[in-house]
């Protein structure tokens, strides 16, 4: 949570003028892991895919808003999600390390019609 | 000890704000009482709704629960009730309660009064005599302890359980170890969150009555031959980054606090002063979850926010705590707290004790930014016919689906 955001916003600008490329920005977004446990870390950045999240060192694959989450580590579907140091829900598709975890590939296993846990 | 300065009732609560309430008892006069209000004087407030004339039992019973608990509200001065005359609600009974609260009331039937503008002649003679009658009132020195702060949270964000609920809870933790009440609700965002509720119930008869609220609402869901999806987390949560109810659910539920539960109430039913932290069943819907709190005598309201909700109450103070830096930015003359400071490192004590404060502040007189803006949202839930089979009407929560309990 250290990085400025107007330090982080102009190396981003400038390796947009350099790289062709997605990988490998570099940029360092800080994000928040709120438990060992977690399986996802929550980015208080907006992150583009190449971004490194401070808090543990991981490549942000693909874009990813402020407040959203990144997987930590890979999920094969059915597998929990882990935020808070609790299930948050379960994931849908196999998800890999660096991807944006949401709704497209994560499901609450609560409050549904087709059954309840 | 921490104090505040406040308006002492002939009952004994103490209210912060001196208003005359205009309460409609059916949706057929909620227009006859926003008017009223209007051509009053300032310290007239309506509390306009769309509850009908008729209704089952169940759904009248906790109409008539609601419209008692906001006209004996500690901040009402003294109280007009207005009716077309066809109201099955007990208007009389009502009046009785305010009466034997010790603020003056009035009833005022349209029909009686020769139709709407005549109503509204006499309503604003009534609204100006019950407030010079009760203009001389004077705030007193009272102990926090004697304050009932009702928490809500609305166009929740993942900053919502980062940053503002936290804070918030940390300020509730201050007023319940101060002697106080918190009291926070939307039974449907305890999903997900209710065993950590459930492991900090102060006991077993609390635990069983907490996860069969639980129950019944997720079922109620399940009944619809809907789900929850869609509606919890809405678009805008899910926007906002929040995937799951079960991710919102563990966000929400850290505006209470630490502090051991000591119950958990039916809607708008009273809640205890001095009662630590105390549960209510509402809807997740924030206005109707506001307004089941204030009428359970909360006489200020927290209201966390990360996307930028702007919404007040006409009875009770609402402070706006939010969490989402680019939201205050661009809606700072909608807050009163900036909790987002700890998304970029602030320490969640020294927000809490801020927040804290601004509780003080507020009960002693300060206006929030909602008061400043008129902004007096209200509106009251209305049981829905699907659902009586799960509610008694009764309003004592204790027996009524504790079948349900049975979980896996």
Redesign the interface.
Known sequence: ??ESETGAEAETAASADTDTETEATGTRRPS?E?DESDTVV?V?EDAEAGDVVTDSELEVTEAV?????VALTAHDPGDE?R??G????VATEPIEPGEW???HN?????????G?? | MDTFDGYRRPDGRIGIRNIVAVVPLSVAVSAVATRIAREGPERAHATPHQLSADAPDATLEQTRRVLEGVATNPNVAGAVLVELGTERVDGEGIADAVAAAGRPVEILSVRECGGTAAAVETGVELVDDLAAETADARRESADVSELVLGVECGGSDATSGLAANPSVGNACDRLVDAGGTATFSETPEFIGAEHILAERCADSEVREKLLAYVDRREATAELMGADLRGAQPSPGNQEGGLTTIEEKSLGAISKGGTTPVQDIVPYGSDLPVGGGLVLMDTPGYDIESVTGKVAGGAQLVIFTTGRGSTTGNPIAPVIKVCGNPQTWDRMASNMDVNASTIVTGDDLEDVGERIYETVLETASGRPTAAEVRGLREFAINELQPNELGYFDGEGDGETVGSEEVSRS
């Open positions: 949570m250290t928040v709120l929550t208080l808003p402020f407040g959203h989450k999600v935020k808070y609790e299930v948050i829900g975890v949401h709704t994560c499901d609450s296993a609560r409050g549904k019609a087709e309840r846990r």
